[in-house]
């Protein structure tokens, strides 16, 4: 059974901590994924990686950072938390799949983060 | 640009109703389409997708979904509610050969006894 599993289901942090949020998957994808999610904005992705110690931004990258180190692992930075940083946050993997001519990505998610900056 | 809509943010229906959340893509590309599931304080869970081979597409808990190119749609049905399929529906497109995925805003089902 596939497995993403995330570090914390509940974290309550102060403002100006660092804070870390680890994500592993058991199913050696190539891609993983973090979002943040917050009502009535959907799903907005933070930073992506697509192999080891690789990592491309998404559409919100500002204030985070990230860290992929071994290939199951990915690691979500907050360098000095902020209350606009409190949200629910999913980490996600995927690997590329045939299906005609064009492949796509299937992705896989954890069971999320919820995190409280005060 | 790729985008998607989920008329409603929230939909309430009866116990034994049809349930129906709609969702409507733009995509410039031949899409690939998911509708995902999620339980309250709960990861995304697959509930089925579309990669462009039949364009009904059957998947868990009694959900299927329609593609429907012409209208640019791929609606999510269930004959009949549960009360066990209250939960926030989100429709996701990606279009082929990239990582990344445009959700929705998400649909909250409550389903009323």
């Known amino acids: 059974d596939v497995k993403v599993t995330q570090s914390s289901r509940y974290l309550v942090k102060r403002t100006g901590e660092k804070v870390f949020l680890e994500c592993v998957q058991d199913?050696?994808?190539?891609?993983m994924f973090w979002y943040r999610q917050d009502p009535g904005l959907g799903l907005r992705l933070i930073y992506f990686?697509?192999?080891?110690?690789?990592?491309e931004k998404g559409d919100i990258p500002e204030g985070y950072s990230v860290s992929r180190e071994k290939k199951e692992r990915f690691s979500l930075i907050l360098e000095s938390a902020s209350t606009n940083q409190t949200s629910m946050y999913l980490c996600?993997?995927?690997?590329?799949?045939?299906?005609?001519?064009?492949?796509?990505?299937?992705?896989?998610f954890g069971p999320g983060t919820r995190l409280t900056v005060l | 640009a790729q985008s998607v809509t989920q008329l409603g943010s929230h939909v309430s229906v009866s116990e034994g109703a049809l349930v129906l959340l709609r969702c409507n893509y733009s995509?410039?590309?031949?899409?690939?389409l998911f509708w995902y599931v999620q339980y309250p304080n709960q990861g995304l869970q697959l509930l089925l997708k579309?990669?462009?081979?039949?364009?009904l597409v059957k998947g868990i808990n009694g959900f299927e979904a329609e593609f429907k190119k012409s209208e640019t749609s791929f609606h999510l049905t269930k004959p009949s509610a549960h009360m066990s399929d209250a939960a926030e529906y989100f429709c996701?497109?990606?279009?082929?050969?990239?990582?990344?995925?445009?959700f929705g805003t998400g649909t909250r089902l409550k389903v009323l006894a």
């Open positions: 996600a993997s995927s690997s590329l799949k045939n299906r005609g001519d064009i492949p796509y990505n299937e992705q896989f």
């Open positions: 995509s410039s590309v031949p899409p690939y």
């Open positions: 996701a497109v990606t279009p082929g050969g990239t990582y990344k995925y445009i």
């Open positions: 579309y990669t462009s081979a039949a364009t």
């Open positions: 199913m050696d994808h190539e891609n």
């Open positions: 990686s697509y192999d080891v110690k690789m990592k």
